[in-house]
């Protein structure tokens, strides 16, 4: 089982370019997400989608878009990266019956 | 603010039992959730708690108490795989998780 796909697993960008980092799950999940996670501290949540057509800013929106023109997908958007980007993105999706979290395995990023 | 603490890192040994304690104040609850991090993975979901008391799953136990704002993992005959990063996560009024940063634990034989 796929579950959640993300892609590039890693990826070395200048600073003033712009990234996306794609995820695509299998699961029909209707709430998707994405997080970045830095060395001592918590996953911290960028943006959200409750269903497709809607998403909504998490704890650390600024620099971040996101669209969910479907159900499967959610991309990350970076219009013109910075140092401070640099960090592993992960990208989730969770059962609604549950509430439990399915991750990726991670996008890595680094800005230079 | 909202706020979940645990501690930064715990060493064990091989074949011990550990705990690992989590405190938590969020704007309201609903659920307090365990993962577990590999170094370079992906988080996977251990256990979820929302009534107070003790939930077994194998060698990994969870408990909580919400008067308390306190949730543990218990690790049982532990296993050098053991080793990893356990992360602590409450849903809010929201339902919006709240992370820690996650508990290292080095596993020593």
């Known amino acids: ?112 | 603010g909202q706020n979940i603490d645990q501690p930064t890192e715990m060493t064990a040994t091989e074949g011990a039992i550990v705990q690992i304690n989590c405190t938590y104040q969020t704007s309201g609850f609903n659920g307090l959730f365990w993962y577990q991090q590999h170094a370079g993975e992906a988080p996977t979901f251990l256990s979820y708690n929302v009534l107070d008391g003790l939930e077994e799953k194998g060698r990994f136990s969870s408990f909580l108490s919400r008067s308390k704002g306190y949730s543990y993992l218990l690790l049982k005959e532990l296993q050098m795989k053991d080793s990893a990063s356990y992360l602590c996560a409450v849903r809010d009024s929201n339902y919006q998780l709240i992370w820690g940063a996650g508990t290292k634990l080095i596993i020593k034989p």
């Open chain 1, 1 to 112: 089982t796929a579950g959640i796909t993300q892609a590039p697993t890693s990826q070395i960008l200048a600073a003033g370019r712009s990234m996306t980092l794609r995820c695509t799950q299998d699961m029909r999940h209707n709430a998707m997400y994405w997080y970045r996670q830095d060395l001592g501290l918590g996953l911290r949540l960028i943006h959200y989608s409750n269903t497709a057509g809607t998403t909504g800013k998490g704890e650390v929106p600024d620099g971040y878009s996101v669209s969910r023109a479907n159900t499967d997908d959610f991309p990350l958007t970076l219009a013109s990266a910075v140092p401070s980007q640099t960090s592993v993105y992960f990208c989730a999706s969770s059962d609604t019956s549950t509430g439990e979290l399915f991750f990726g395995e991670g996008s890595r990023l680094t800005v230079l």
